[in-house]
Structures are given as C-alpha cells and as structure tokens.
C-alpha cells in the first residue's frame, strides 16, 4: 500500500512564490511582445520555430544582437522560459495526481513531432516545438515529488495556464508562418497577432489569479461579512478595460494609434470628419506615406471615449472602496485601481503627444494589463464577498473534503 | 552572295524596329512647396546602421530637384496599348539594394515575369518583408553582405512595398506593371518611356508615393512625344 498523500488547505509559500514569479515573468513577456509590435519588428525572424534555420537556442548572439532580430528573438527566448515555468507551476499546483495526465500530453505531443518528421521532413521545425514541449512537459512528469495539490480551484487555474501557454505559444508561431496569408481583407499576421495579444492579456490575468488563490491573504477575503458598496462599478470599470484594451490591440495592429495626432479635441474637432477630403488632408500631416482611414479614426475615438468612461467607473469604484475600513484588502485594491488607470490615462495622452513613441506606447500595454489584473483580482474579490453573504464559502477548500486521500 | 543576303535583311529589320519604336518623355513637377525632409533618428541610433553614415540620413518622401522636378515618381502608359496584346518580359532585371540601412533606388519599377534582384550590400542583416496585396508576399533574411535574391512579381500591382523589420524605418516600393512603357523619374523629375511603341494616342499615369496620381493624354507621333505632369503636394 501506498503512503497517502496529504491535501494541502493552505498551500506552500514557496509555491506562491513561485507562482507570482510565474506572473512577473508573464507580465515581462508582455512588455517584450508590446515593444515588438511598438517597434514593428514582428517579422525581423522570418522563420518559426527556428530563427534564420537555427535552433531556438543556438542563434549566434551576433544575429540576436541586430536591430529588431533582438525584441523579437528576446520575445521568443522568454515566451519559451515562461512555457517552462508553467508547466512545472502545474506540476506543482497539481501535486503528485498530476504526474499521470501531464506524461500523457508529453507523450502525446512528442509522438506528434515524430510524426510530422515522418510525413513531410519540411516540418521539421514544427516538429521540433512539439518534442521539445513535450520533452518538457514529460520532464515535470518524471518530477516523482509526493506533492500535495493546492485548493482545487488553484489546481484548475493552473490547468488552464498549462493549456493556454501551449496554445498561445502556437498562435505565435502562427502569427509569423501564416504572415502573408490572405484572410478577409486582412493578412493572417494581423489576425494572429490580434488574437495572440489579446490571449496574451487573458493568459496574465489568469497566472495572476493563479497566484492570488495560491496567497496567504485570498482565503480570508470572502470570510469578512461585509457590505459590498459599489460591486457594479468594479465589474463595469473592469469591463470598461477589457475593452479598452481590445480597442487597443486593434489599434496598435491597424496601425490607428496617430490616427488623430492631437489632443484634446480631434484635428480641432470635438468628433472629426471622415469624408474623402478630410482624410487626405490628415493623411498629408503624417511624414510618411500610409493612408488615414475612416474606420482608424472612429476607432481611435472609441478608445478615447472609452478611457474616460473607464476611468469615471473606476473612480466611482474607489469611491465606493473608501468604504471599507483601513487596511480591508478592497479598500487597498481600490486605491491600487484608481493609481494604474491614473498613470494609464497618462501614458495613453503621452503616447499621442510624443507620436507613439515605442518605450511610451509599451508601457502603457504593460499599466494596461496591470490595470486589467487588478480589475479582475477587483472582481474576483467582490465575488467572493458577494457569495459570502449568501452563505459559508465554498469555492476555495470544500470543508467536506477528507483531509487525506490515496495516491494510487 | 549568301552573307549580302544576310545584311541586307538584318538592315531591314533594323529599319522596321526603328520604324516600331516610339518614345514618351517629358518632366513631373511638383507644385507647391513640400515639407521639409526629416532626420531618420533611428540610424543614428543603431549601432550597425549608424557606423556607416558620417552624415544624416534625411527621408526621401518628397525628392524634389531643378525647376521643381519631383523623382522616384513611377510614370507609365495607362491607356491606348493595342488590346489584348501581350509582352514579353526584358531580360534585364532592376535592382533593390539595401545600402546603409535605406532602400536605394527608393522606387522601382519591373514589368511582370521580370526578374528582380534584391541585394543586400550592407556588412549585416536585413530581412525582405513583401507586403504585397495583388500579388504572392514573401519574407526571406538576407545573413550576408552582396547576397542577392531574385525575385519575379507575377501579376501587376502598384507600390507594392519592401520593408526590414530589422531595421523597421527601412522601406522601398516596386510598381509591378503588365506591359514594358514605364519609366520612374529621375533627381530633376525626367523620364523617358521608349520601347515597341506605335504612334497613337495614349494616356500617360504618374504616381508618386504621397503626392498620388496625375495622368495626361499624349500622342506619340513619328515615334516621340512629350508629356509634363504636375503633382501637388499632399
């Protein structure tokens, strides 16, 4: 017979510290991402996965070092090392029970790599993705720690990080192979990139979450019977900036950012006109040669009014949050709130005022997110308040659960 | 007697051929004052790019040279060709160098099935970036210094634009084109469209990258004629 394993209710520190790291680095693959699309250097590496035919680690620092070859191949290289850490911030969320499915996908994905090898050897680098994720993924596989798994829904989250960074690690590749691709009046690099950086956002929020649930302070969050003043307008701030920040993504791979290069009103106008003629007259202040379009210019509107409508909600919701008394963790997360989407409001004006300039527009992709997350972690919290006042908390550990269970 | 037949019938058809060819020039200018040109900052500020220019280097949106003449602006036949007539692509092919991080020519024009050399003439990488609309994109590395990469447009398209996204300031056009009489303007603003050309009445295209479009009639008679087109600054 087998030593049972222990569930673990309150889980290791050292794997909220792991996962936060997890998160820090998620948060500093976005900043790099954000500076490769900032600087327009997405396709510098033609080829995915390997770059200018070499392997993804074997690249001659010379070639790393030139020009954009370094924010993208920088991109690549870290997009690889957080593939890492997930994968085994999964294994140990999901403790020894985890051991199992995780070597079915390993193994799964290394017999897809030989057998792409096998059918046409052109996809050979394709091939070697798989088997060297799922050399990866059976690595944390063979990792024989007799780990207790975290909460269960820690363990979930985890899961979904798993299949997400191997998803969002495809749709990058994606992004540069099918570059060229004609897709509904668009290319499939911009499609890709869309989704790959919209995923990106989601894919932080969710290891940040991750690592929240995994805290020493979430389990008491839902525990305080108190009043929830303002909920709606943390679920509507945070609405507000997803949003925002999918008017974003679009504007940035539409290349709408200086579509109006004024503030506060728009080539003088409070909404500006979009007929032919004006069009070509905005075109005529740009330096370069690319038109002005009617769709960049609404959109670039939207993104405006959107800010502002962010913005009000998230004040109203700090409002709110002052409710609570000092030190209570929504009152911090207000304040935390209302501080991002205040250096956000500024980035995004800079961003206009110095003419997007790459470092300014990144940063404000990087408070966006941030800004983002703590909406989320807002909400979560809100939630679990909510809940809470409907009766006992269930959601984190069950209390019916045994304390021990075999490990077979 | 064998070889006086053989001259005599190579002067006909030198005759003929002389007799076929017609030639369009003339001058495009710009009317009204164009903005100044910028320093391309980011050279300077790459240490590869910038080791090799000890001036700056200025954006070339508008090149405007003697008597208001505008160059790089791609000036060809739009109208009046024989219909349905096909042409054979020359054998020559044009080249796009990369030269000190910039595209040089800025602009150039190929016809379709015509073999375009794209070369690489800096002592670092760049990369290709096709970002064709009518015709098949590509994306390709060049490693090397001198490595050249032909390259054959099949179908006609209009600016179709090169970008490094090594070095993303660097950027070159090719006016892809289904017939030979083109021509892309020089310093001063002349061009000379010349070639199979029979005399007739044509409508002659100019297209600058950001001034746009101008076209004019012409009529070649005893093979040449001129044409001056003015564009105005957008």
């Known amino acids: 017979m087998e030593a049972p394993v222990p569930i673990s209710r309150s889980p290791s520190p050292w794997l909220f510290r792991y996962a936060t790291l997890v998160a820090l680095a998620t948060l500093g693959l976005v900043c790099i991402g954000g500076l490769v699309t900032s600087k327009g250097v997405g396709m510098a590496v033609p080829d995915w996965p390997t770059s200018f035919g070499y392997g993804m680690f074997a690249l001659p620092l010379s070639m790393w070092m030139t020009g954009g070859v370094f924010h993208e191949h920088t991109h690549r290289v870290w997009a690889s090392g957080v593939g890492l850490l997930v994968v085994f911030l999964t294994r140990w969320t999901a403790g020894h029970a985890s051991r199992k499915p995780l070597a079915w996908v390993g193994l799964i994905e290394v017999l897809g790599g030989l057998g792409l090898m096998g059918v046409n050897p052109l996809w050979k680098g394709e091939a070697h993705f798989l088997l060297g994720i799922g050399g990866v993924v059976l690595a944390a596989a063979a990792v024989g720690f007799r780990n207790a798994p975290a909460p269960v829904l820690s363990v979930r989250l985890a899961w979904a990080a798993f299949a997400l960074v191997q998803l969002q690690g495809s749709l990058g590749g994606l992004r540069v192979v099918l570059d060229s691709w004609a897709i509904g009046g668009t290319t499939g690099g911009v499609v890709f990139g869309m989704i790959h950086g919209c995923l990106g956002q989601v894919f932080l929020v969710l290891v940040a979450c991750l690592a929240l649930s995994l805290s020493r302070w979430y389990p008491t969050w839902g525990r305080e019977r108190s009043e929830v003043p303002g909920a709606r307008w943390v679920f509507l701030g945070t609405a507000l900036v997803f949003g925002q920040l999918l008017l974003g993504l679009w504007m940035r791979h539409q290349h709408a950012g200086l579509a109006i290069p004024d503030l506060p009103l728009a080539y003088g106008q409070w909404w500006p006109r979009t007929d032919a003629e004006s069009l070509l007259r905005y075109a005529s202040r740009r330096e370069g040669v690319d038109v002005i379009t009617a769709l960049q210019v609404h959109m670039h509107m939207l993104h405006r009014i959107n800010a502002v409508l962010a913005l009000c909600s998230i004040v109203l919701a700090f409002r709110a949050s002052r409710a609570h008394s000092r030190g209570h963790p929504l009152r911090r997360l207000g304040t935390a709130w209302l501080h991002l989407v205040t250096v956000q409001f500024g980035l995004g004006l800079l961003t206009v005022l110095t003419d997007r300039a790459a470092d300014i527009a990144t940063a404000h992709v990087a408070v966006g997110s941030l800004t983002l997350v703590a909406g989320c972690w807002f909400c979560w919290s809100v939630g679990a308040h909510r809940v809470h006042r409907r009766g006992p908390v269930t959601d984190i550990v069950s209390p019916s659960l045994p304390h021990t269970v075999p490990v077979r | ?234």
């Open chain 2, 1 to 234: 007697m064998n070889h006086t037949l053989k001259i005599a019938a190579s002067v006909a058809v030198l005759a003929a051929s002389s007799a076929m060819a017609g030639q369009i020039s003339g001058k495009i200018k710009l009317n009204g004052e164009a903005p100044p040109a910028k320093e391309i900052t980011p050279i300077k500020g790459d240490k590869f790019c910038g080791a090799l220019h000890t001036k700056p280097v200025m954006t070339r949106t508008y090149v405007v040279g003697a008597d208001k003449g505008l160059a790089n602006v791609a000036v060809y036949i739009k109208a009046g060709l024989p219909a349905g007539k096909t042409y054979s692509a020359p054998a020559s092919k044009p080249l796009v160098d990369q030269v000190g991080c910039v595209y040089e020519p800025l602009v150039t024009a190929a016809m379709v099935g015509q073999t375009v050399d794209i070369k690489n003439s800096d002592p670092f990488m760049h990369n290709v970036n096709c970002q064709a609309k009518v015709n098949k994109g590509f994306n390709f590395a060049q490693t090397t210094q001198g490595q050249v990469n032909p390259r054959v447009f099949d179908k006609a398209e209009l600016a179709v634009k090169l970008i490094c996204n090594v070095h993303p300031w660097m950027a070159g056009y090719v006016h892809v084109f289904d017939h030979p009489f083109f021509a892309v303007s020089d310093k001063d603003g002349n061009f000379t469209i010349s070639g199979d050309l029979p005399d007739g009445k044509y409508t002659v295209e100019a297209n600058h990258i950001k001034a746009g479009v101008v076209s004019g009639e012409v009529e070649v008679k005893g093979g040449k004629a001129t044409v001056n087109l003015e564009l105005a600054v957008k």
